[in-house]
C-alpha cells in the first residue's frame, strides 16, 4: 500500500513564525502535491513537484514555498504565518500524469492553527 | 465559474436510502472522472474511477457519466452509517497533468 505521512496532524503558531510542513511518501512516485482545504472551497493545489528540485506553481502559491530535495519527500513552507493561512493541510502523490497513474495518494492531513 | 461545480450540502438520509451525490463540470475535454471519499479528519481516497462516458458498478456503489450533460454521478444503495463522509469528484483532461477538484459534498447517513 502507498503510504504518504505528514509530519504532525495538529499545529498551532504565531503569526510571523516560518512554518515548516513535512510530508514523506514510500511508493517512488514521482509527483507530489501540496493542498489547503477550506470548507465550502474544497481543495486548492498550492504547489506541485514532478520530479527532485522541481517545483511549480499551483493556484494559490502566495505565502507559501516548496523544496523537494530527495524523490521521498516534500515540504511546504509558510514564510511568515499569517491568520489567513489556518486550514487543513493535505499532501499527496502520484505515480503519472496519465489516467489512473494520475490517482491522488493523500497523507492523513495537518490542522494547521495560525494566532 | 469553477471549472467543477458540486453541491457542499450536508445531504442527511435515514439509513437504508439510495444516495444520489452530484457533480457539474465546464471543461469538455476532462476523460477521466473519479470520486474520492474522505472520512472526518482523514485524507481522501479513491473510491470509483471511470474513463469517459457510461456507468461503472461496484458493489453497493454506481458512478455514472454523462459527457453530453457535462454530469458526473455517484449513487449509493442501501446506505449505511459507515458512508458518512465527505465525498469529492475529481476530474483531468488526457493532456493536463493536475486534477480538477469539486468542493465536496458532506454526507450523513442517520441510523
Known amino acids: 500500500d502507498v503510504k504518504v505521512t505528514q509530519s504532525s496532524r495538529y499545529l498551532v503558531k504565531r503569526t510571523g513564525e516560518k512554518v515548516f510542513l513535512e510530508c514523506v511518501q514510500d511508493?517512488?512516485?514521482?509527483?507530489m502535491f501540496w493542498y489547503r482545504q477550506d470548507p465550502g472551497l474544497g481543495l486548492r493545489l498550492i504547489y506541485f513537484s514532478y520530479d527532485v528540485k522541481m517545483k511549480e506553481k499551483g493556484d494559490i502559491p502566495e505565502g507559501y514555498s516548496v523544496s523537494r530535495e530527495k524523490k521521498e519527500r516534500f515540504s511546504l513552507i509558510l514564510e511568515s504565518a499569517s491568520t489567513n493561512q489556518t486550514s487543513m493541510y493535505l499532501c499527496?502523490?502520484?505515480?503519472?500524469?496519465?489516467?489512473?497513474?494520475?490517482?491522488?495518494?493523500f497523507g492523513q492531513g495537518t490542522r494547521l492553527t495560525v494566532v | 465559474q469553477k471549472e467543477v461545480e458540486q453541491d457542499p450540502g450536508p445531504l442527511s438520509v435515514p439509513e437504508g436510502a439510495i444516495v444520489s451525490l452530484n457533480c457539474t463540470y465546464s471543461?469538455?475535454?476532462?476523460?477521466?472522472f473519479m470520486w474520492y471519499r474522505q472520512y472526518s479528519r482523514k485524507g481522501p481516497e479513491l473510491l470509483m474511477y471511470t474513463y469517459s462516458s457510461g456507468n461503472k458498478e461496484d458493489g453497493r456503489f454506481t458512478a455514472q457519466v454523462d459527457k453530453s450533460s457535462k454530469y458526473i454521478s455517484l449513487f449509493i444503495r442501501d446506505s449505511q452509517p459507515s458512508d458518512s463522509a465527505t465525498y469529492l469528484c475529481?476530474?483531468?483532461?488526457?493532456?493536463?497533468?493536475?486534477?480538477?477538484w469539486g468542493a465536496g459534498t458532506k454526507l450523513i447517513i442517520k441510523p
Open positions: 475529481a476530474m483531468i483532461t488526457d493532456s493536463n497533468y493536475q486534477l480538477i
Open positions: 511508493m517512488d512516485h514521482e509527483n
Open positions: 499527496a502523490s502520484s505515480l503519472g500524469f496519465s489516467g489512473l497513474d494520475t490517482e491522488a495518494f
Open positions: 471543461n469538455s475535454a476532462f476523460q477521466y
